[in-house]
T-cell receptor, first 115, second 111 residues
């Protein structure tokens, strides 16, 4: 069983569209994250949820909205897609507030291409 | 704020060569330090970690020692293999709830 699964793996869409990326973890972790990896491999935190509550919200355009229906799921919805949104988006999870000390478990990423 | 600086790549080595990838950090507290590896087309995987000064993390022949005096956590391996070709990320966690990553270093190992 995949520990952290993201769908879709690839997403190609036109500018102005709205799209969602889904993430699910079966590890029983309390905390989930979204990271954006740009073309130079730089990783930047976007959001973090702990038990369905938003705890980190970095400077991200309002077009990005995370949704956590339960602690095993954290979805990312993006409105009015722009060319600069093209990147690989990674979902990750960890074991609660001290989770990072035990490391994250990452999904395999969603490559978003906006044309 | 917290930050992590890694040497820029790519690092190109021949098989069985010695590897060092430098990593230094800036943090206000006493962070835990990590190395993650990303193979082509995959997500990041935890390679090793150290949670306090002078700790040595090790895994799969890779090692890194937490040096508080030099704020460093350099990654080393005595003899690299082609299968070690990947992007390596240094990261820290400083009592908060997230990891801060360095910019990644691409390693290419040639037969």
């Amino acid at each position: 069983d995949t520990a952290v699964s993201q769908t879709p793996k690839y997403l190609v869409t036109q500018m102005g569209n709205d799209k969602s990326i889904k993430c699910e973890q079966n590890l029983g972790h309390d905390t989930m994250y979204w990271y954006k990896q740009d073309s130079k491999k730089f990783l930047k935190i976007m959001f973090s949820y702990n038990n369905k509550e938003l705890i980190i919200n970095e400077t991200v355009p309002n077009r990005f909205s995370p949704k956590s229906p339960d602690k095993a799921h954290l979805n990312l919805h993006i409105n009015s897609l722009e060319l600069g949104d093209s990147a690989v988006y990674f979902c990750a999870s960890s074991q609660g507030p001290l989770g990072p000390n035990y490391g994250y478990t990452f999904g395999s990423g969603t490559r978003l291409t906006v044309v | 704020g917290d930050s992590v600086t890694q040497m820029e790549g790519p690092v190109t080595l021949s098989e069985e060569a010695f590897l060092t990838i430098n990593c230094t950090y800036t943090a206000t507290g006493y962070p835990s330090l990590f190395w993650y590896v990303q193979y082509p087309g995959e997500g990041l995987q935890l390679l090793l970690k150290a949670t306090k000064a002078d700790d040595k993390g090790s895994n799969k022949g890779f090692e890194a020692t937490y040096r508080k005096e030099t704020t460093s956590f350099h990654l080393e391996k005595g003899s690299v293999q082609v299968s070690d070709s990947a992007v390596y990320f240094c990261a820290l966690s400083d009592a908060g709830n997230m990891l801060t990553f360095g910019g990644g270093t691409r390693l290419m190992v040639k037969p």
